[in-house]
Every structure is written in structure tokens, then in C-alpha cells.
């Protein structure tokens, strides 16, 4: 275990559905991270909270908000989610300053 | 565009053998390149990290080298077993970027016995 955990595990959710993605790091970690991995695609950056502060939008649709209410804790918030959403969902965690990212073991996500 | 690349296609090699994987960037000069390993379904995990002004670095069967001038580094797995499967990635931050780690899209290793 890489002390980040994320629920659920597997989401499968309609295209006018409402959910939460749920990350939390057991770490002392001060910087997380969402990121989407798609089939034969690099992971993609989606937000950077540093301090719980969002320091990073990499032009994510607004369909997708994030949430980080305290520096253990990270949601994303999913509505009106499209097909192509379907992917990967990775949590991670760091020190800022330090090089190692620490990963969640993702949320499968099936949009329908 | 500053880029970093990974062999898409799968290796396959025999058991015993040592695994060569490889990362090539472009248009920039990293200060460090990470190599993570991911298995199916879960999140990736960090392996080693080499620094621009390191030529080697070593970890049990692992060894990572970074050639400026080729603009690569290379990760090598000697004695290869079939735990050993998985993807890997390397990963660095491009210019400006911060604390944003960009990954290659991952070279799929399968040793067979």
C-alpha cells in the first residue's frame, strides 16, 4: 500500500448522474494531485492542490470539480460527464519540494 | 513542443535476461527523469530517480542511465522474472512546469519463462 487510498474503486455512471471521487492520503503530504488515464494515452494532469490551495487547472471541462478541504483530503466531483470521461481516475500525493509522487490505486470510471 | 516518449510497443523477453527500456525527450533539458512501474488496474508506483548530472544509478536489479547528449535514459531490469511484468514509466517535469509531472505513455514489459 502506498498510503493513498481512493473510493470507489469502480464508478459506473450515466450521463446526467451526479458523483464524488474520494481521495486521502495517510502521508504528511502537502501536495495532491487528479489525473486521468485514458486507454494508450499518457496520464493526464488534470488539478494540483499545494497547501489546499488549486495551483494547477490543466484546462479541465467544468464538468469536472474538484474539492480539497484539507491537506489529507481530495473529491472530484463529476456531473454531466460524457462518454470519452470514461478512464482512470488517479489520486496522488507529495511533499512539495520532493520529486516522488505517491499514487492512489485509481478509480475505474465507466460513463454511459 | 517540449515532448518525452516511450516506446509504445510491448517487449517481450525470456526469463533470466535483462529488460532494456527506453525514454527519449525533446526540445528541453530536464534537471531529473522518474521511472515509476504501473500494474493493471492500479496507480503507479515510483521506482528511481536519476539527476541530470548522474550517469547511473542502481537499485537491486534496477539500473537507470541519463544521457544528456543522446537526449535519453534508459532503464535496465538484469536478471528479468516474470514479477517483473508490468508498464513503465518515466515520468519529469518539463519547463516551468512547477511540481507538474509529465509521463511518457509507458513501454509494456512481459517476461516469459
Known amino acids: 500500500e502506498t498510503g493513498v487510498t481512493q473510493t470507489p474503486r469502480h464508478l459506473v455512471m450515466g450521463m446526467t448522474n451526479k458523483k464524488s471521487l474520494k481521495c486521502e492520503q495517510h502521508?504528511?503530504?502537502?501536495?495532491m494531485y487528479w489525473y486521468k488515464q485514458s486507454a494508450k494515452k499518457p496520464l493526464e494532469l488534470m488539478f494540483v492542490?499545494?497547501?489546499?490551495?488549486?495551483?494547477e487547472n490543466n484546462s479541465v471541462p467544468s464538468r469536472f470539480s474538484p474539492e480539497c478541504p484539507n491537506s489529507s483530503h481530495l473529491f472530484l466531483h463529476l456531473h454531466t460527464l460524457q462518454p470519452e470521461d470514461s478512464a482512470l481516475y488517479l489520486c496522488?500525493?507529495?511533499?512539495?519540494?520532493?520529486?516522488?509522487?505517491?499514487f492512489g490505486p485509481g478509480t475505474r470510471l465507466t460513463v454511459l | 513542443s517540449q515532448k518525452i516518449e516511450q516506446n509504445s510497443e510491448a517487449l517481450n523477453i525470456q526469463e533470466g535476461k535483462t529488460a532494456t527500456l527506453t525514454c527519449n525527450y525533446t526540445?528541453?533539458?530536464?534537471?531529473?527523469l522518474q521511472w515509476y512501474r504501473q500494474d493493471p488496474g492500479r496507480g503507479p508506483v515510483f521506482l528511481l530517480l536519476?539527476?541530470?548530472?548522474?550517469k547511473e544509478k542502481r537499485k537491486e536489479r534496477l539500473k537507470v542511465t541519463f544521457d544528456t547528449t543522446l537526449k535519453q535514459s534508459l532503464f535496465h531490469i538484469t536478471a528479468s522474472q516474470p514479477a517483473d511484468s508490468a508498464t513503465y514509466l518515466c515520468?519529469?517535469?518539463?519547463?516551468?512546469?512547477?511540481?507538474?509531472?509529465?509521463f511518457g505513455t509507458g513501454t509494456q514489459l512481459k517476461v516469459e519463462l
Open positions: 502521508l504528511g503530504h502537502n501536495a
Open positions: 526540445n528541453y533539458s530536464p534537471a531529473y
Open positions: 496522488a500525493s507529495s511533499q512539495q519540494g520532493d520529486n516522488e509522487q505517491f
Open positions: 536519476i539527476r541530470e548530472n548522474e
Open positions: 515520468a519529469t517535469i518539463l519547463t516551468g512546469g512547477g511540481n507538474k509531472l509529465t
Open positions: 492542490y499545494n497547501f489546499k490551495e488549486q495551483t
